[in-house]
């Protein structure tokens, strides 16, 4: 995607398993539980982080919930309040403010979004990092709506980032593109912060995001970036480049983000057609660990 769009989310104010040994038991061997193994994936292994949102709120151990703050460059706060964990799915939802309010960098915010991490709780330099979620891109009415499953690294010290899944919202005649990304979604690999170097991937047309459950992942490994759909490839970004190297040097570790903003100043910013209440669903995330 073009990095504008990138850079509207990536500048944030106030950012707030082992294994089990194995025994026996007389003749019969001791296996662990399930949640403690971890999800099994040929070629992976186990799963080192995973969540299938079962209960009725987030677990802390894993997740940080962004409250009472807000992003330079989309047109909504973030709210915990729009954080819930429900019927085995996270739910992220955007909602329009009954009031707007006016943020202390001038801009007038007339919706509230909301994000959840993994800062500082997990992060992973080479893995597999698979979600099934529902985006909000229905037709006609998702305009400014902009959801997305993404990693940085940790201290932010490099430019380097990877979009598992983002999604726009419905089409705007607002939209610096003839582009439609009704029901679709990018995966991309961000080089640096600025309006050049990603590379990108999309879902492919006439796919259901929003009312179907869809597959998205993406394995980084010492050979480069893959991003899959729907068990199907869309993304293939090589480490081998000099702009590579430098988005991300080894030993650098990268945490998970969950965002649901709205307004875009690419894609466009919500219309009287944008439906409030709208959210990203989630029914889980996991992350194997490289092997090689």
Same mark, same amino acid.
């Given at each position: 995607?073009?990095?504008?769009?990138?850079?509207?989310? +990536? +500048?944030?104010?106030?950012?707030?398993?082992?294994?089990?040994?194995?025994?026996?038991?007389?003749?019969?061997?001791?296996?662990?539980?399930?949640?403690?193994?971890?999800?099994?994936?040929?070629?992976?292994?186990?799963?080192? %982080?995973?969540?299938?949102?079962?209960?009725?709120?987030?677990?802390?151990?894993?997740?940080?919930? $962004?409250? $009472?703050?807000?992003?330079?460059?989309?047109?909504?706060?973030?709210?915990?309040?729009?954080?819930?964990?429900?019927?085995?799915? #996270?739910? #992220?939802?955007?909602?329009?403010?009954?009031?707007?309010?006016?943020?202390?960098?001038? !801009?007038?915010?007339?919706?509230?979004?909301?994000?959840?991490?993994?800062?500082?709780?997990?992060?992973?330099?080479?893995?597999?990092?698979?979600? *099934?979620? @529902?985006?909000?891109?229905?037709?006609? !009415?998702?305009?400014?709506?902009?959801?997305?499953?993404?990693? *940085?690294?940790?201290?932010?010290?490099?430019?380097?980032?990877?979009?598992?899944?983002?999604?726009?919202?419905?089409?705007?005649?607002?939209?610096?593109?003839?582009?439609?990304?009704?029901? +679709?979604?990018? /995966? /991309?690999?961000? %080089?640096?912060? *600025? +309006?050049?170097?990603?590379?990108?991937?999309?879902?492919?047309?006439?796919?259901?995001?929003?009312?179907?459950?869809?597959?998205?992942?993406?394995? @980084?490994?010492?050979?480069?970036? *893959?991003? %899959?759909?729907?068990?199907? @490839?869309?993304?293939?970004?090589?480490?081998?480049?000099?702009?590579?190297?430098?988005?991300?040097?080894?030993?650098?570790?990268?945490?998970?983000?969950?965002?649901?903003?709205?307004?875009?100043?690419?894609?466009?910013?919500? /219309?009287?057609?944008?439906?409030?209440?709208?959210?990203?669903?989630?029914?889980?995330?996991?992350?194997?660990?490289?092997?090689?």
């Amino acid at each position: 995607m073009p990095m504008d769009q990138a850079i509207t989310r +990536r +500048r944030a104010l106030g950012y707030g398993g082992a294994g089990v040994a194995a025994a026996l038991l007389g003749s019969a061997a001791w296996a662990p539980p399930a949640e403690a193994a971890g999800t099994y994936r040929s070629g992976w292994g186990n799963a080192v %982080f995973e969540d299938d949102f079962s209960g009725s709120s987030l677990s802390s151990s894993r997740w940080n919930v $962004r409250d $009472r703050t807000y992003l330079s460059h989309d047109w909504s706060t973030i709210s915990a309040a729009n954080v819930a964990v429900a019927a085995g799915a #996270l739910k #992220l939802t955007a909602r329009k403010l009954a009031s707007p309010v006016t943020t202390s960098d001038g !801009r007038r915010r007339e919706w509230s979004g909301a994000e959840v991490n993994t800062l500082g709780k997990f992060s992973l330099e080479h893995g597999r990092w698979e979600v *099934r979620a @529902k985006m909000p891109a229905a037709p006609n !009415r998702s305009v400014g709506l902009w959801a997305a499953v993404w990693l *940085r690294p940790d201290d932010g010290s490099v430019p380097g980032e990877v979009d598992i899944v983002e999604s726009y919202g419905s089409k705007s005649s607002q939209a610096k593109t003839k582009f439609d990304p009704t029901s +679709r979604a990018e /995966t /991309t690999v961000h %080089f640096n912060q *600025r +309006r050049t170097g990603s590379l990108h991937g999309w879902s492919p047309s006439g796919t259901d995001i929003y009312s179907r459950w869809n597959t998205w992942a993406v394995e @980084k490994t010492p050979a480069g970036v *893959r991003g %899959f759909f729907n068990g199907e @490839k869309i993304l293939d970004v090589p480490s081998g480049t000099a702009a590579y190297r430098a988005a991300f040097p080894a030993g650098k570790k990268l945490n998970l983000r969950i965002s649901f903003q709205v307004g875009n100043s690419y894609w466009g910013r919500p /219309t009287a057609a944008t439906a409030s209440g709208q959210s990203m669903e989630l029914d889980y995330v996991r992350v194997w660990k490289h092997q090689g």
